[in-house]
Every structure is written in C-alpha cells, then in structure tokens.
C-alpha cells in the first residue's frame, strides 16, 4: 500500500514538472529570457513566462514593451531588487529580449 502512495505522489509530483511550451522559443530574446542560452540570465523567474509580471513588475502592456531606453538602462544598471546585467547582457541581447516579448504579445494578443 505504501509502494501504490509513493507511485501515486511520484507521478502527481512529475506531470506538474512538465516542460511548458515557450512561445517563439525560437527567437534569440526567448532563448536569453529564460536561461537557454546563458544560464546566468532567467528573467522568466520574477517577471513570468512571457514577461507578464509575478514577484516583478511586467515588461509589457497593450502589446508593447515599457520604453525601450528605460527597458535597456534598467537591465544594464539594475533598479530597486532587481541587480545590474551590464556585465553580462550586452545592449544586442536585450534589444533581443524586447523584440521577442513585443512579438509574443502581438501573437497571443491575435494581432500578430
């Protein structure tokens, strides 16, 4: 009886570690965001999947993404919680991450 309750809570434990789908995981600016490319970058954590926000502000509304200066000096500098990235992004790579979330919003928006 016990073997059947360890089975049971193992497979409950493993269908909720499902990989989820990243929308145009494809793109440069998805594969950074969520810390397919460098590992030492996992924006998804705190400002969720697609950057709608969680314990972190969103980066995104009505389809667009808040003002790509002020996007780009926030990561390299840092702000309140967040911690700098100027020694690990460069301006490409975020401009990257701005692009994909602008596009991700258009496509689950249904105007892309």
Same mark, same amino acid.
């Given at each position: ?8 809570? /193992? ?6 570690? +499902?990989?989820?789908?990243? &929308?145009?995981?494809n793109?440069? @600016?998805?594969? =950074? ?10 924006? /998804? ?6 950057? +709608?926000?969680?314990?972190? &502000?969103?980066?995104?509304?009505? @389809?667009?993404? =808040?003002d ?10 840092g ?23 602008e ?10």
């Open positions: 009886m016990k073997r059947v309750l360890f089975l049971m809570l /193992f497979l409950f434990f493993l269908a909720g570690c +499902e990989k989820k789908e990243i &929308p145009l995981g793109l440069p @600016g998805a594969q =950074i965001y969520h810390g397919i490319t460098r590992s030492d970058v996992r924006c /998804f954590r705190c400002h969720g999947p697609i950057g +709608e926000g969680s314990s972190a &502000p969103a980066l995104v509304k009505d @389809g667009k993404t =808040i790509p200066a002020l996007f780009v000096k926030t990561v390299l500098d702000r309140n919680r967040m911690p700098p990235f100027a020694s690990v992004l460069s301006e490409v790579e975020i401009k990257s991450i701005i692009d994909w979330l596009k991700v919003h258009k496509k689950t928006d249904g105007n892309g």
